[in-house]
């Protein structure tokens, strides 16, 4: 008899090849390398969430797949091991229910604007998104010295008072989380953070300390609402790729 | 009965394969991502125009093209949607009769010289177009706080103004356009631009605000003959790369 | 009759195809291109170890495979020819046990940080032995103007003296080297310098002299403790994508 | 009756199939992109040379290869175009006896030292040969506004007076040329130039106009000596890429 949570319900095999292709999808376009994940709320039980066994995003399959709860305790681990850094998921699924989907990353182009005090803007219209700020959770203000990794509710919780209601935080010296209302809208978002890192360190570079004309506030609000539409021709190009691969 | 503009007659099987075959080129150049769109005038008739409908430029066959007039609107849409940004190409092909093909894309490294007081310059003769200038449309004079798109006539307009009777014009935070007289030179032009921008960010660094010795006015008008040429043998390379992929 | 060292015993078939397969991953994860190599200790004998024949890394199969004593004297050569630079390996060997894989590489991005006067730091959890410290051999020093190789036991001595007890340790105008307690270990220390390095060229960029938060020393040994499983997933990963390609 | 060049004697298949496979492996390492050529000495008559049609490099055939006397007259177009700038190759064989093979190519990392007032240097010992010095060739200086392209002899001179005796030289606002002993040599001296380019780009910011501990000119005549067999080893991988694709 287990102690184990109970499951939210079953869902269907689309949901779970989707979310275990958004994983893969990450990795096709340099987001995550061995290491990161992304997760889905349950869609009929919002107090369950799914994501992969601990293992690298670019393998995982719709049967590596492990129910959660809230408190991020498997359902249905089966002996499968669960990611140190699962207690994101459920953190942010606790504190945000407007958010369906989380993804967790390293990319590389995004990690200089945890370590220096340089704030990211929106470099165009597909990432209006980062116009709304993007606030930097360090650890180590409230831990001290630490592995850095947010491996415990408390730390969850740290990180989830920074986060607030954005839709992407950074993490000083270990890399970021970008949160969406669907799986599309969440790897949407993780894309092109990295994507608009890439295109603010050059455009640092030529400004030189000359001003920068990102998107304003308000421009990020107003061209953000035609992404959620981008978000899908995206996901149907990038989710067709792995198709081809899997034929799931 | 439908209130849709007539069609400007058939073209062949290789215009519209030659149209798809583009969209796909720029997506393997790294110029396009999901987003950004090439069209062609009609050969017979100076007052339409073809572009794929609203899709991620990869995908695109010759299925997916549809006519348009001069206003961006649909011939032969049969349900399909179009892209939200049409009013760039039809306002072009009216503003200017040279024009035969035209490419709206977001491509990284070009994204920069808009945001920042900095020309971008022709950093070697493949990108001698570029010599003439590079105006940057900035849809915040006129318009205010937008969605950074050229969405209706009168945007379409404006820029226009802007580009005047360049080849190639910057949009604020958003991307740029490339024109040519043939497809083959507007996809010449969109995946130089890019390249040129590539080479000119390490220039700039390199330079740390010494002289930089690009083409000169004079010499981009001369280094751009032979250029006609270079776009055929590029065109001739990346067309049979698409050929392999896709046997149209 | 030979002068050659005895066999330190067999091996596993696996234990090589393991060492071939290392090879063949750190050409695919950009660290070694046509030159660079990875040795490992003898897992029965700890004065013999095995290291390809001189080759490119992305072509190095299981029969090519040699084994050395910690002279760096090939047992089996049967003609074929050693690295130049094998004197490295068996000097690392010879002076730490703890070191059971060595890779020497010249990946591009961390060459800069053996040519100026700027410390290599840990920008990132992942590159937590970063913060350990990096010395710089700069074979000059002691030998005056030479081919820049470790070709001998003298220039092994000298290196190892500037390696100390660190797992990492860059050599002027040339390259690097990494160790591992592990192949992983060591194909996860070689991987994760040169990413570092990347993340670090950017972010010297973006702090353009304002204080970097890279991970302090502390933080630097908690957060290497997960990175030993993190060796593991990733190793599963790039493992498979060798295994996929060669049935071995 | 042709007045064409008479041809220096026959070659065998495998060299004109290295010649193609030169081409094909300079494409594939990122040297060039639709455009660049190398050309191969005649193996037993010094007075012609080999060099494919006008064609983008990465498609070139044993049978697109033309021979050309040293005036760049081809001995047997039939019908087949010639590259604008085979004046380059032609001078080069003419004034540099000891020159085999010759690469010219716009490779995009290598082009800012050919804009700005600064020293190409020997980052590692792979490009040693760069410590020899790199000259840079203006053809505006003798030559005023021109299309850049050394499209003649009076051009090819003036390259070669700024060639001198090195194996590389950089051409303003256009490209660079690199010569080998070998055909192996050249492919070896224009893949590192562009690789230490790449490495030079990110010292230069990383150093911010402190000291860059290069190879010094004796090193790099040391270093310079085992590169012989660097260039075979790179080789040997390269072709065997080649050969897998064309079967040739």
Known sequence: MSDAPKSGGPVTEEFLANLAAASRILAAQGVVDAFGHISHRHPDNPDRYFMSKSMAPALVSP???????????????????????????????????????????????????????????AMFHNAAFVAAGVPVFDISEKF??????????????????????????LMRAHGSVACGTTIQEAVFHAVYTEVNARIQHWTQALSNGRPIAALSEEEGVLADGPNQGAALRAWDLWRREIREQTNW
């Open 63 to 121: 049967d590596d797949i492990i129910e959660y709860d809230l408190e991020s305790e498997p359902c249905n681990a089966d002996g499968r091991g669960s990611f140190l850094e699962r207690f994101i998921h459920g953190g942010i699924y606790k504190a945000r229910p407007d958010v369906q989907s989380v993804v967790h990353s390293h990319s590389p182009s995004v990690i200089p604007f945890g370590l220096v005090d340089e704030k990211m803007c």
């Open 144 to 169: 001290g010295a630490t592995d850095m990794l947010v491996s415990d509710h408390a730390k969850s919780d740290a990180f989830n008072e920074i986060l607030g209601d954005k839709d992407i935080a």
